[in-house]
T-cell receptor, first 110, second 114 residues
Framework: SQQGEEDPQALSIQEGENATMNCSYKTSINNLQWYRQNSGRGLVHLILIRSNEREKHSGRLRVTLDTSKKSSSLLITASRAADTASYFCATDSGAGKSTFGDGTTLTVKP | ETGVTQSPTHLIKTRGQQVTLRCSSQSGHNTVSWYQQALGQGPQFIFQYYREEENGRGNFPPRFSGLQFPNYSSELNVNALELDDSALYLC?????????????FGPGTRLTVL
C-alpha cells in the first residue's frame, strides 16, 4: 500500500495562478520529498523537507510539513505552462527508501 | 540532468522471457534503489543495494533480483516475465553517508511485456 497520498488527483489552472497540492502519509518519517515527472519520464527532485522543519522555499516552490497531521503541501506560485506535469510526494522512513503516492496531475493552461 | 543513466530506454519482451536492466549511478553515490512505476501510478520500491549488498526489499517476488557492482552501477533482473511487469523501471542513486538521503533518478526503462 502507498504511504503517501496526494490530493487532488488532478488539477487544472490558468497560467499565473497558484497551484496547491497536498500529501498525507501514515507513519513516522525522516523526511519528505516532492518530485516532478513529465510524461512518464524520470523523476526530477524538487525539494526535501526534514521532519524537524515546517516550511521550505525554493524559487516559486513552497513546501510545508505538519508532522502532527502527517501531511505536507506543495505550493507553486505564478504557474507557467511549463509546470504542467505530475507531482509526487515521497516519504523516507529510514535508509533512503522512498514511498510514493500516486501523484497529482497538474495542467497549466496558457 | 542527474548523472544517473539507464539502459535500454525501451524494451519489448514476451511472457516467460527474462530481462536485464542497467543503471549507472551518479558519481560519488554508493546506493542504488530500483522502482517500478505502472501507468498512472506512483513508483513502487523494489529493492535497494548498498555497497553491493541488498539493503531492503519491497513487496516483489523473488523473480525480481538485482546486483550492484564495485563501481556502484547496478542491474535489475526479472525472470519469467508476466504481462503485469509492463511498466517504467526507475533507478535512483544516493549516498547513505550524506545524511539527507536525497535520491537522483535516471530517465527510466520502459518495459513492455506482450
Amino acid at each position: 500500500s502507498q504511504q503517501g497520498e496526494e490530493d487532488p488527483q488532478a488539477l487544472s489552472i490558468q497560467e499565473g495562478e497558484n497551484a496547491t497540492m497536498n500529501c498525507s502519509y501514515k507513519t513516522s518519517i525522516n523526511n519528505l520529498q516532492w518530485y516532478r515527472q513529465n510524461s512518464g519520464r524520470g523523476l526530477v527532485h524538487l525539494i526535501l523537507i526534514r521532519s524537524n522543519e515546517r516550511e521550505k522555499h525554493s524559487g516559486r516552490l513552497r513546501v510545508t510539513l505538519d508532522t502532527s497531521k502527517k501531511s505536507s503541501s506543495l505550493l507553486i506560485t505564478a504557474s507557467r505552462a511549463a509546470d504542467t506535469a505530475s507531482y509526487f510526494c515521497a516519504t523516507d522512513s529510514g535508509a533512503g527508501k522512498s514511498t510514493f503516492g500516486d501523484g497529482t496531475t497538474l495542467t497549466v493552461k496558457p | 540532468e542527474t548523472g544517473v543513466t539507464q539502459s535500454p530506454t525501451h524494451l519489448i519482451k514476451t511472457r516467460g522471457q527474462q530481462v536485464t536492466l542497467r543503471c549507472s549511478s551518479q558519481s560519488g553515490h554508493n546506493t542504488v534503489s530500483w522502482y517500478q512505476q505502472a501507468l498512472g501510478q506512483g513508483p513502487q520500491f523494489i529493492f535497494q543495494y548498498y555497497r553491493e549488498e541488498e539493503n531492503g526489499r519491497g513487496n516483489f517476488p523473488p523473480r525480481f533480483s538485482g546486483l550492484q557492482f564495485p563501481n556502484y552501477s547496478s542491474e535489475l533482473n526479472v525472470n519469467a516475465l508476466e504481462l503485469d511487469d509492463s511498466a517504467l523501471y526507475l533507478c535512483a542513486s544516493s549516498s547513505l553517508a550524506g545524511g539527507n538521503n536525497e535520491q537522483f533518478f535516471g530517465p527510466g526503462t520502459r518495459l513492455t511485456v506482450l
